[in-house]
């Protein structure tokens, strides 16, 4: 058996193709690798309850979600990293006076601060999921929060940027951004885990496409973009693969010598 290795797969433009379905060649890419020993995990921004379906399939349960903020080794949360309550209400106090709206997100729903925004609709529909955030604009409270959306057109972020240091604004989408705690990132998640695997850094591998896939790409020691990422993402990964649409995940993995 080839030398075990831990791989961590991005989702939304990595494992899955821009129609949100998941290529045969990638699918069996990633039994090929459990074959042959290897630790296959998920890093995503998505939730845990919207990849639920995705780790079923691959039969995958090692994952870090919410960018990092909630990770989960062999079945069993290993890490979590909340949100500042007290800043996220007034963040969101601040979003509501621009017509911002906001979604709260814990480990096993998403609710909206607002009935309905145009901005929600359209966002959310391109992930092509089947739960819509309900409306429960006190749901934050007394909860744990690892992630929140926060719906605003390209730029306009930066005034929250400036006045809550609490917290890191990454852009998923025209009109939303992710709210992270501030420092928290895929990679930090990816550290817990192999960590407690004690896998060293020639063991580990990456592969992403988003701008939340950066600092993974980068300090993950096998890096692999995919050839449908922003040219920004590109440069920070040791190699580039192809598109998602082109078989990329397998062409990747015969690239880094693991098929």
């Excluded at 995990?41 to 870090?64: H, S, Y």
């Excluded at 407690?196 to 591998?205: A, S």
Aim: hydrophobic share 35%; with cysteine; aromatic share 10%.
């Amino acid at each position: 058996m080839t030398k075990q290795s831990v791989i961590f797969f991005d989702i939304d433009g990595t494992l899955l193709n821009h129609d949100k379905e998941l290529p045969l060649s990638t699918k069996e890419a990633i039994f090929t690798l459990k074959e042959k020993g290897h630790v296959v995990a998920i890093a995503t921004g998505r939730a845990p309850f919207l990849f639920e379906n995705l780790r079923r399939e691959l039969e995958i349960d090692t994952f870090v979600s919410y960018n990092g903020q909630y990770v989960v080794l062999n079945g069993e949360v290993l890490y979590t990293n909340p949100l500042n309550i007290e800043s996220l209400e007034k963040l969101t106090e601040a979003a509501l006076q621009n017509n911002h709206p906001v979604v709260f997100m814990d480990h096993e729903e998403w609710t909206a601060n607002v009935p309905e925004h145009d901005y929600i609709t359209e966002s959310i529909h391109t992930l092509k999921v089947e739960r819509f955030p309900i409306h429960d604009p006190h749901y934050y409270k007394g909860r744990k929060l690892y992630q929140s959306l926060l719906f605003c057109p390209e730029g306009e972020e930066k005034q929250y940027e400036q006045a809550f240091p609490d917290f890191d604004f990454v852009r998923w989408h025209p009109v939303s951004v992710d709210v992270l705690p501030q420092g928290g990132s895929k990679a930090k998640g990816i550290e817990k885990i192999v960590e407690k695997l004690g896998f060293t850094p020639e063991q580990q591998y990456a592969f992403g496409d988003g701008l939340n896939d950066m600092e993974m790409l980068s300090s993950v020691k096998n890096s692999v973009a995919m050839g449908n990422a922003e040219e920004k993402v590109k440069a920070v990964a040791k190699y580039v693969t192809k598109s998602v649409q082109d078989d990329g995940i397998l062409h990747g993995l015969k690239m880094v010598g693991l098929l």
